[in-house]
């Protein structure tokens, strides 16, 4: 049916999934950053967390991932050569790829992490103090846990944004799933038949997220009693 | 790094262009996809599975699969078959405006109908009982009471689909349309000049989206005014 493209579409599909992993990964630890950034009492610092969130969410992926790539490669090679490097220099894909991707999501889970730590009753820590736990105990041991629990609708959105946004690194010439899939079909004639089947794919990869996320949504909501309807 | 104004400033009309065109693919593409949004959130509430799962099932591909590639689906997957080639509405499905309006509209009506649906359950008992009490017909509730409260207390979280689908629309700069980002394109391959080109187009959605959150406050302060807290 796949005319033996089945095997190079898996092989993107796997770089899709590196692609996405990685990329959250940074975002993670960007929008934790962020989030550090927009929550500090020092006034300027906020400032700047809340510019990276605003200006970020505010522009369409496509935009920030040619503004990134071929703005990065040209700021690369322009400073390159002072730096006494001469050859041309090309951005690899997978690399651009998830610094673009991890620059943006961590704008958008910058802005989850905010509600999750905003989400827990100022109580708890007074508590924790009361206990005579030190800041960092009652960080670690007190916001963490119960920010989690409450971060994980919003990271759950944001995950499956992220997937469904790698697909768009295909447009800057990573060959993922995508790629693939756009190469397969001009080469038979078969578009639909191609794009139908990475439609699956991220099918798949979306609906196995949903199920593990909400897996975890469980396991960190254990001790909350929720009310039914 | 010394910004290139000049050539912006000649490429302002390209621009301006490109800001009617994305304008124009989501005013259209939110307007059918709200239409085919109301039935669909509608039948997402019902208990009968075989109203429910159609309904369910259009919602969870659309949304668990890429906008991109529902757009080559349409645009490019569609010329696959003999049949639509020869069929009437080609003209129509060869044309990438149509094809993007189509993918962008199918899009939007999936996470709208989600919006509308979780708006629906989210109906304070109370008001349903009320109007049962009232001896309204379920046609007459979902028309006077349901819909009204439910659409109204959906705009929040629709602004932000809206302001989603204004950043989706770049997608259209893909399959050939010159929109905001297709300018940018242009700019970008006629000059090389990548950070004007493309922080030029950002500037635009930047503005367009704090247009759009304004709109969107305003129409809350219109209709979920009563929703509000209460002013000293």
Redesign the interface.
């Known amino acids: 049916m796949l005319k033996g493209y089945g095997a190079v579409i898996l092989d993107g599909a796997w770089l899709t999934l590196q692609l996405a992993l990685s990329s959250m990964a940074l975002a993670i630890v960007l929008g934790l950053l962020g989030v550090a950034l927009r929550l500090s009492p020092v006034r300027w610092l906020a400032w700047l967390g809340d510019m990276y969130a605003t200006?970020i969410r505010?522009?369409?992926?496509?935009?920030?991932i040619?503004?990134i790539f071929?703005?990065g490669?040209?700021?690369l090679n322009?400073v390159a050569p002072l730096l006494g490097h001469e050859d041309y220099i090309d951005l690899n894909p997978l690399m651009a790829g998830v610094g673009t991707l991890g620059f943006i999501f961590g704008a958008y889970l910058s802005e989850t992490f905010r509600g999750a730590f905003l989400g827990i009753p100022k109580g708890q820590a007074e508590a924790g103090a009361a206990y005579g736990m030190n800041g960092r105990q009652v960080f670690f041991r007190i916001m963490v846990p119960q920010m989690i629990r409450l971060a994980i609708p919003g990271f759950t959105n944001n995950w499956?944004v992220l997937t469904?946004?790698?697909?768009?690194i295909?447009?800057v010439g990573l060959q993922d799933m995508?790629f693939k899939a756009?190469q397969a079909?001009d080469a038979t004639?078969?578009?639909?038949?191609f794009?139908?089947a990475?439609?699956a794919l991220?099918?798949v990869l979306?609906?196995v997220s949903l199920l593990a996320l909400r897996y975890l949504e469980r396991r960190y909501s254990v001790g909350v009693k929720a009310a039914e309807l | 790094?010394i910004f290139d104004y000049t050539v912006v400033w000649e490429a302002l009309p390209l621009y301006l262009g490109g800001l009617l065109i994305t304008l124009k693919l989501l005013a259209i593409s939110l307007f059918f996809g709200l239409l085919a949004a109301v039935p669909l959130g509608l039948m997402r509430v019902s208990k009968q599975p075989l109203v429910n799962a159609p309904a369910w099932l259009y919602t969870y591909?659309i949304?668990?699969?890429?906008?991109?590639?529902?757009l080559?689906?349409i645009y490019?997957?569609?010329?696959?078959?003999e049949a639509v080639r020869e069929s009437i509405v080609w003209p129509l499905l060869s044309s990438a405006t149509f094809c993007a309006c189509l993918a962008f509209a199918i899009n939007t009506s999936a996470y709208t109908a989600e919006i509308i649906a979780g708006s629906l359950k989210a109906t304070p008992h109370g008001e349903i009982e009320a109007a049962k009490a009232m001896g309204m017909s379920r046609m007459k509730m979902y028309r006077r009471i349901l819909l009204p409260s439910a659409l109204r207390r959906a705009l929040p979280q629709y602004s932000n689909e809206v302001?989603m689908m204004?950043?989706?629309?770049?997608?259209a700069?893909?399959v050939t349309l010159i929109d905001i980002?297709g300018a940018?394109?242009t700019v970008?391959a006629q000059y090389?000049l990548?950070?004007e080109a493309?922080?030029t187009?950002?500037v635009f959605?930047?503005c367009l989206?704090?247009i759009l959150v304004r709109l969107f406050k305003m129409a809350e302060r219109r209709w979920l005014g009563y929703l509000a807290p209460r002013k000293h």
């Open positions: 200006v505010g522009i369409p992926d496509l935009v920030l040619l503004l071929y703005g490669q040209d700021l322009r499956l469904k946004a790698t697909a768009l295909s447009v995508m756009k079909a004639r078969e578009p639909f038949t794009f139908l990475v439609a991220y099918l979306t609906s | 790094m591909v949304r668990g699969t890429p906008m991109l590639v529902q080559f689906l490019y997957g569609l010329a696959q078959f302001i204004l950043q989706t629309t770049s997608l700069s893909i980002t940018a394109r970008n090389y990548p950070f493309y922080i187009a950002g959605y930047l989206t704090f």
